[in-house]
């Protein structure tokens, strides 16, 4: 086995990413009390990738900004060497809050669908989408998801403010994703997948639209999973839930319960919103074996935030907390956002890991940023979540092992103090010390 053990670490207010000096495996086993231990023979779920969404208001906001920058902003996500390595990625079908309005890909009324159009993707997501897969040099697995159908579909006349798909257009409705998907792919663009709705038990200001889990299940199993599957598109997932784990055990027991439903579901996605309970996600799991857990969406609220240290803690300890409960992807939300935190057309201003300030022409890297690379960087897809027992006082951890047989461990303390811990692995130990309110990556091959 390995004799040294690479050091990443990210300090708050100090150096991102500063590789420090490796330390040394001896053939002493240093298990005991504030110790972590890795069984790399115990291996759990394989990992799909980081990526983040494509919405038109990243995309929109990098053409506000220089073309050296706009490049820049995309080789730091998707460049295998130099950036994050994403190979995930969102899109939402038609508007969102984080497009520049409200809009549709069908004239108003039109049940035939004979108007349906991506046009609009045209100007600003679809060249950012192809860019950042020259970048990645591979394909990119795409989720679309709807955040609400057109007005006229839904039983309070608009796609703001919630309310519910008529009845009478489940049908339309379910062939609108297999138009959307088969326009994006004669665009060149691959679509791996669908999630039914985005959050769809928030009635919000923006474009939403709720549904029960019976509504959801119903819609599944009655017209999406046929629709696509007549349509030759039966290869494509479909992504349940959508939204946050504080209620994601009723959701995906009334659905994967129902075999005539379950059986076009791939798995169940979550957001970060609301609740960390983590360990729902294992209950999922453990109810549902045969079904995939993918994190579809997370953002820090309430406008910019840079130079935050406590943002990037929030996507450190959400990442691992689902890793270790069984979680097999993360798709951020946002890639980028302007100064202000948007654009968004209710006003609903977020912070994203990359900020480009459209008034000074900067880009500006958030802790965030950081966080996602001592993952994204390392852990890589194809990896396996593999055995780790810690009893290291306050730290939290995850360990996985990549395909070419590297392990990777890490390190969150958000504590105001230093905590030494021992590393144990097949045996052998060796002593480190995780810095207060830093994120530590440990790299063994």
């Known amino acids: 086995m390995t004799k040294t053990i690479r050091i990443i670490e990210s300090v708050k207010d100090k150096a991102m990413w500063q590789e420090k000096d490796p330390i040394v495996f001896t053939e002493k086993d240093r298990t005991g009390e504030n110790s972590a231990t890795i069984n790399p023979e115990a291996e759990y779920q394989e990992w799909m990738g980081f990526g983040g969404a494509f919405t038109e208001a990243a995309a929109y906001t990098l053409s506000q900004v220089s073309p050296a920058h706009r490049e820049e902003a995309i080789r730091a996500y998707f460049n295998e060497g130099s950036g994050l390595g994403y190979t995930l990625g969102r899109t939402h079908i038609h508007s969102c809050d984080f497009a520049l309005e409200n809009y549709t890909y069908v004239e108003e009324g039109d049940a035939s669908l004979e108007s349906f159009s991506i046009e609009r993707e045209e100007k600003y997501v679809l060249p950012m989408i192809r860019d950042a897969v020259a970048e990645a040099g591979r394909e990119l697995t795409l989720l679309s998801s709807p955040w609400s159908p057109p007005a006229w579909m839904k039983t309070n006349g608009e796609m703001n403010h919630g309310g519910k798909l008529k009845p009478e257009f489940r049908g339309v409705w379910a062939n609108y994703y297999v138009k959307y998907i088969e326009a994006m792919e004669k665009a060149g663009i691959p679509v791996w997948g669908v999630s039914v709705q985005n959050e769809p038990a928030a009635k919000q200001v923006w474009d939403s639209c709720l549904y029960t889990a ?227 990556t440990y790299v063994m091959s």
């Not at 009334?254 to 609301?274: F, I, Q, R």
């Open 214 to 440: 019976v509504e959801e299940c119903d819609f599944i199993r009655d017209h999406l999973g046929p629709a696509l599957e007549e349509s030759g598109l039966g290869e494509k997932k479909i992504v349940i839930w959508d939204h946050n784990r504080d209620i994601i055990v009723e959701r995906a027991e009334t659905v994967l319960s129902d075999p005539e439903a379950a059986k076009y579901v791939w798995g169940t996605g979550n957001h970060w919103y609301v609740s960390e309970e983590f360990e729902n996600l294992s209950i999922v799991h453990e109810k549902f074996p045969d079904k995939h857990l993918l994190f579809t969406e997370g953002c820090i609220e309430g406008g910019v935030k840079l130079g935050a240290w406590h943002t990037g803690e929030r996507y450190a300890r959400n990442i691992i907390g689902d890793m270790n409960n069984w979680l097999e992807g993360f798709i951020d939300w946002n890639l980028v956002l302007n100064e202000q935190g948007g654009p968004n057309h209710v006003g609903n201003y977020c912070d994203a890991p990359i900020i480009a300030d459209t008034k000074t022409d900067e880009l500006h890297y958030n802790s965030s940023y950081y966080a996602i690379g001592h993952f994204s960087r390392h852990i890589l897809p194809g990896a396996k979540r593999i055995g780790l027992k810690s009893s290291a006082d306050g730290l939290v951890m995850t360990a996985f092992k990549n395909t070419d047989g590297s392990v990777v461990l890490v390190v969150l303390n958000e504590q105001e103090n230093d905590v030494p811990f021992s590393l144990s692995m097949e045996g052998h130990g060796a002593e480190a010390v995780s810095k207060a309110r830093s994120i530590a």
